[in-house]
């Protein structure tokens, strides 16, 4: 099922409303207020797309589908699915084949975080200011839900009429996600993560085992959107792949910080937790100001690596800056 589009215009615009189809104006707007129309607009598409392939509470299973729509629709930053739509929207991908791809990553990433929450896991309690999945229902519920969140992020990719492009392309798609969820990934840097606990790691370690666990899946989310677009040479992937590797790792390092100087409110999920269960942080590491001086360098690196593109690509400029200024 296709969202209607949404579209950055040089022409004045209303103010942005609930609605993401409205467009977002360059020339009046402030670069602070551009990124929060963007991340409004983007944000409600990606729910809306999410929502369209989630099967109804109604279903049988009916408690199981139940979970997956509360782990997956409210709440959350939802940076993954923006990056999709960002990526492809700067190299000219149509908007229809942005969908189904957005919702993947945020599913794939939805089902690590119901799982991570669990007791054999990290055992949070709280998540985008909610009781965990497993709080709220049950913990068999929860795995269920993670599996079934896996199993329909490939299904999108697979099956979704939208994604009107070239088999090779959706294939290589398939691959790049799957590469980025798996042991060589995501649930690789989570294993690094629950065997390091309580052990002091180095810096080269400690970023090599977030590369994995978190940036592994922003990359993946980059090169999807890049991939919907026509024509998309190597090197414009590659150097977009720099770009999601430096704000992967500039992500993490903010959410370090932010477990220090935050609070639970603000956060959604419990503050502190990182220094509570003994791991080894970037401000742990070496000091709050120089982990921040850290991620700012990394987001100098990401944007210079898209210095070439044109201002399509200025939302990837914004959430580069929106990743290490946010404050949740």
């Not at 369209?52 to 049988?60: E, R, V, W």
């Not at 009107?164 to 060589?184: E, F, H, N």
């Not at 940036?215 to 190597?234: F, H, K, N, P, T």
């Not at 956060?267 to 001086?293: E, F, H, I, V, W």
Request: include cysteine.
């Amino acid at each position: 099922m296709a969202v209607e589009s949404w579209s950055i215009s040089a022409t004045p615009m209303p103010a942005m409303a609930s609605d993401p189809t409205t467009s977002v104006t360059t020339s009046t707007l402030s670069d602070e207020h551009q990124l929060a129309a963007l991340l409004d607009a983007l944000g409600e598409r990606a729910r809306a797309a999410l929502d369209a392939c989630l099967p109804s509470a109604a279903t049988l299973p009916t408690r199981l589908h139940e979970a997956m729509r509360y782990s997956t629709l409210d709440g959350g930053k939802r940076i993954r699915p923006m990056l999709v739509y960002s990526a492809g929207k700067a190299l000219g991908a149509p908007d229809h084949r942005l969908d189904a791809p957005a919702a993947a990553v945020e599913l794939i990433h939805a089902y690590s975080l119901v799982h991570d929450d669990l007791p054999a896991m990290d055992d949070d309690d709280l998540r985008r200011g909610r009781p965990t999945c497993h709080k709220a229902f049950d913990e068999a519920t929860a795995i269920l839900v993670g599996d079934g969140l896996q199993a329909l992020a490939f299904q999108q990719l697979a099956q979704n009429p939208d994604l009107d492009i070239d088999p090779a392309a959706r294939l290589r798609m398939i691959l790049t996600l799957a590469q980025a969820a798996g042991s060589r990934g995501m649930v690789g840097g989570q294993a690094i993560d629950l065997e390091s606990e309580g052990k002091q790691l180095n810096i080269a370690a400690l970023e090599d085992m977030h590369i994995h666990k978190t940036g592994a899946l922003i990359r993946a989310s980059v090169l999807l959107g890049a991939l919907c677009a026509d024509d998309v040479d190597e090197a414009r992937l590659a150097g977009l792949d720099h770009y999601a590797k430096c704000i992967g790792l500039a992500f993490q390092i903010h959410d370090d910080v932010l477990d220090v100087v935050s609070d639970t409110e603000t956060l959604g999920k419990t503050q502190g937790a990182d220094q509570a269960r003994n791991k080894s942080t970037y401000p742990a590491l070496l000091g709050l100001d120089n982990a921040r001086r850290r991620a700012d360098e990394l987001r100098d690196d990401a944007l210079a690596s898209i210095a070439d593109l044109d201002t399509r690509a200025d939302p990837l400029r914004w959430l580069a800056n929106y990743i290490v200024a946010r404050k949740r």
